[in-house]
């Protein structure tokens, strides 16, 4: 039976003729290439594989290639993505559970946790757009479109509640209308976080053979 692998995302698909459509990543049909054995190289293997290093991986020179060769090297999106990934649904919590028990402390503990997302967002923003454009060739398949979008939204969120915050600081003190939609943008930065995390974990560990 024939294999095929997706371009863009790496999924393997095993069937006479690739899928109308990748279930990782959302490419179509155009995106699969045939996997084919290869034949043995004539050449010793220890020569084979150095050449083959150094045209697929050639040395970086400038500090922008070197900054993008670590990022891609020690994955530094996936970690640096677990910022927002964790502290939100922490942040939010922390939200509702100041109106019930009636602690300030807890409105100011989430307050800071946003306020250490939101700088962190560009060192995440900019390594998940170095992986994009380095491991999925910069595709705008549907995942990334969600994933791109999310993200975005998630920052614009995580922005205007900090700014609210700072500019009406008893915002959570007192029920009120102004709190309830402060909770409702809350509780919408924690879905655009969520989607984003779960598109992200989608393409890592989505990659497995389908018959």
């Not at 993505?81 to 502290?87: A, F, L």
């Not at 998940?128 to 060739?137: A, F, L």
């Not at 998630?154 to 007192?174: K, N, Y």
């Amino acid at each position: 039976m024939k294999k095929w692998e997706c371009t863009i995302c790496g999924y393997i698909h095993e069937g006479e003729n690739p899928p109308d459509e990748c279930p990782v990543c959302g490419a179509d049909s155009s995106a699969f290439i045939e996997v084919t054995e290869k034949a043995a190289p004539e050449t010793p293997e220890e020569d084979t594989a150095e050449k083959g290093q150094d045209e697929e991986n050639p040395v970086p020179e400038t500090l922008l290639e070197k900054a993008t060769a670590l990022i891609l090297q020690f994955h530094l999106h996936p970690i640096t993505v677990h910022t927002p990934n964790g502290i939100i649904p922490f942040a939010f919590i922390l939200l509702i559970l100041t109106p019930v028990f009636g602690l300030i402390s807890f409105e100011t503990a989430a307050f800071y946790s946003l306020v250490f997302v939101l700088l962190n967002m560009p060192v995440v923003l900019y390594t998940g757009y170095v992986t994009w454009q380095k491991k999925y060739k910069g595709a705008m398949t549907s995942l990334f479109k969600l994933k791109i979008g999310a993200s975005i939204a998630a920052t614009v969120l995580l922005t205007l509640l900090v700014i609210w915050r700072l500019v009406q600081p008893e915002v959570m003190a007192t029920p009120s209308s102004g709190r309830m939609m402060f909770i409702f943008l809350a509780l919408l930065l924690l879905a655009a976080v969520g989607i984003a995390g779960h598109m992200g974990g989608k393409l890592v560990f989505g990659v497995k053979k389908s018959s």
